[in-house]
């Protein structure tokens, strides 16, 4: 089955800094790979999504990058805001149904004001 | 905030026990992803129902089943409950489209097995 290995665990950022998240993965059959932000003890709310046609994609602050032929994509935030401050995951997905998603462990983003 | 409700948001069973967990879909959505998603770490697919049959299925034991019913709706039943099962449970919506699917998270039911 696929594996989601995501890194940093943990990223600490001064407030107008950028922040870059990496994840890597393991089954060239997935064709989705979304981006989820979680705050604490709250639902994984969907940020960002790239699908394998397409190599990058942005959304204000918010960019995606996916590199097939290594099998990685990361997230880039930039101008980070403390509201940012959350637990983000990667997952990906073989062939395009979102909903059978395998996700990364997460990575806590702390943004200093 | 999304359309996905799920019942209850907190229960605390005790092992051995059985328990049944809820989810209302998005409105329009055909599709009922449930996960796990143990403290501390990312969440974990369970199966997936699509126009009421199991499509796909996670690495987990059979004592967790579940049903969709003809308006989407969902449940999660775990059979013989065990410490470890002790979680955050997530159930997703979504609309089956080639190539278009884009999964919507509810708030979750967070389980203690004691």
């Known amino acids: 089955g696929e594996n989601v290995e995501q890194h940093p665990s943990t990223l600490s950022v001064q407030e107008g800094d950028s922040a870059v998240i990496k994840c890597t993965y393991s089954?060239?059959?997935?064709?989705?790979f979304p981006w989820y932000k979680q705050e604490l003890g709250k639902r994984p709310q969907l940020i960002i999504d790239i699908r394998s046609n397409v190599g990058e994609k942005k959304d204000q602050r918010i960019a995606v990058t996916l590199n097939k032929t290594a099998k990685h994509f990361s997230l880039h935030i930039t101008e980070t805001q403390p509201e940012d401050s959350a637990v983000y995951f990667c997952a990906a997905s073989i062939g395009s149904n979102a909903g059978k998603s395998t996700f990364g462990d997460g990575t806590t983003l702390t943004v200093k004001p | 905030e999304t359309g996905v409700t799920q019942s209850p948001t907190h229960l605390i069973k005790t092992r051995g026990q059985q328990v049944t967990l809820r989810c209302s879909s998005q409105?329009?959505?055909?599709?009922v992803s449930w996960y796990q998603q143990a403290l501390g770490q990312g969440p974990q697919f369970i199966f997936q129902?699509?126009?009421?049959?199991?499509?796909g299925r996670g690495n987990f034991p059979p004592r967790f089943s579940g049903l969709q019913f003809p308006n989407y709706s969902s449940e999660l039943n775990v059979n013989a409950l065990e410490l470890d099962d002790s979680a955050l449970y997530l159930c997703a919506s979504s609309f089956r489209l080639a190539g278009q699917e884009t999964q919507y998270f509810g708030p979750g039911t967070r389980l203690l097995v004691l």
């Open positions: 089954d060239s059959a997935s064709n989705y």
């Open positions: 409105s329009g959505h055909n599709t």
């Open positions: 129902y699509y126009r009421e049959e199991e499509n």
